[in-house]
């Protein structure tokens, strides 16, 4: 199998897929698991200071299924994480104490107080924990109260609130974006300017998953009601990839930690084309399980064998270059034709059809 090592921000993965912040990163004995099972990091559930009130219903998840049953959209109303800060300062360190060479990145979110972020980032750092992930993307629930993609829809706060924890901590910094939003790229560089290390992208995207026919009631169901939450799984994919891409572009050079729909080593490596050095994974291994770790190592070395790339950082931002305006893309097709037409005048049985010295013309390149 070929090295899928890369470091990213002075963090060494070995190999760069992570899960994604949410139920398969809820606590130590899962996130241990994981990393068992073979994955290279985990964003941790995002977490908050104690005193911020969590209260999660059930049923929370709702599936968009095709004509065959197949799951293509999967849809949540779940909050960050209900346990109690102090019981995350104690995961972190045992993970760390236990997983020295696995990558753990705490996902922080508060309201807009810079002494609440402050305090959240020092005390996750003192963990020691590799990385932080500030949470500006969560689109249902926390919203409400000005956090999550409230905050992440401002690039004002965005770079201020990234601006806090720059100052309170020297662990690279994240920033998640939201894809609720009409420009992904203004809280992304906002982030940089508040002196994020790089961005995560992107979090679901607020959806209605659908309306029971026979009952009238919006999915998820709690008690007769619903409320728009999150989307995410396969049909989420083309969205990530295009927005992945529009920062890449924008920002280039920039770290990115991609995800959007990613179930197999095929969208991961679609991630890693568009820009994305490290991949995240969460509803993914919620509907497959830990184990699809194994295919998207396999998937990626294979890969990486067919095209001879020697180290995963080969492949970021490979696609890039052939995205570009639709514009150039009607002068490249008219370009294309007038060389078809040009070539057929080089054939022999076109001579004759003008006059020798058009033809001679026509096939001078310093005329």
């Not at 997983?99 to 753990?104: I, R, S, T």
């Not at 989307?231 to 890449?248: D, H, T």
């Not at 294979?302 to 270059?321: A, C, R, T, W, Y």
């Amino acid at each position: 199998m070929k090295d899928l090592s890369i470091t990213v921000n002075g963090i060494h993965f070995d190999n760069p897929f992570l899960l994604g912040s949410g139920p398969p990163g809820t606590n130590a004995r899962v996130i241990g698991k994981a990393f068992k099972a073979g994955w290279g990091g985990v964003v941790a559930k995002t977490t908050s200071l104690s005193d911020t009130e969590v209260i999660n219903v059930v049923p929370r998840y709702g599936k968009l299924k095709s004509a065959s049953g197949d799951v293509i959209g999967f849809q949540n109303i779940e909050l960050i994480s209900d346990r109690p800060f102090e019981d995350w300062e104690e995961d972190f360190k045992s993970l760390k104490k236990e997983f020295p060479n696995k990558v753990v990145i705490a996902s922080i979110m508060e309201c807009f107080d810079k002494a609440r972020w402050q305090e959240l980032a020092r005390r996750c750092e003192a963990t020691g924990v590799d990385g932080l992930e500030l949470n500006f993307s969560c689109p249902h629930g926390h919203p409400e109260r000005g956090m999550g993609a409230a905050m992440g829809q401002d690039p004002a706060q965005v770079q201020e609130v990234t601006s806090w924890v720059r100052e309170a901590v020297t662990t690279p910094i994240w920033a998640k974006m939201t894809p609720n939003i009409t420009d992904i790229t203004a809280p992304s560089a906002a982030a940089i300017r508040g002196g994020a290390h790089g961005v995560s992208a992107i979090n679901t995207i607020l959806s209605i998953i659908g309306i029971d026919l026979k009952t009238l009631r919006p999915q998820p169901t709690v008690e007769g009601h619903s409320v728009p939450g999150g989307y995410s799984a396969l049909g989420a994919k083309p969205i990530g990839l295009r927005m992945v891409q529009e920062i890449a572009r924008a920002l280039k050079d920039f770290p990115i930690s991609g995800m959007g729909g990613v179930m197999t080593s095929r969208d991961a490596i679609e991630f890693f084309l568009v820009g994305s050095s490290t991949v995240q994974v969460c509803t993914g291994a919620m509907l497959q399980g830990l184990g699809m770790i194994d295919e998207l190592k396999e998937g990626l070395s294979s890969f990486m064998e067919q095209h001879d790339f020697n180290s995963v950082s080969e492949i970021v931002g490979k696609s890039l270059p052939y995205f570009t305006t639709h514009h150039d893309l009607v002068e490249r097709q008219a370009d294309a034709k007038a060389l078809k037409l040009s070539s057929r005048a080089s054939r022999d049985k076109s001579w004759g059809e003008e006059s020798l010295q058009a033809q001679t013309t026509k096939m001078t390149s310093n005329e």
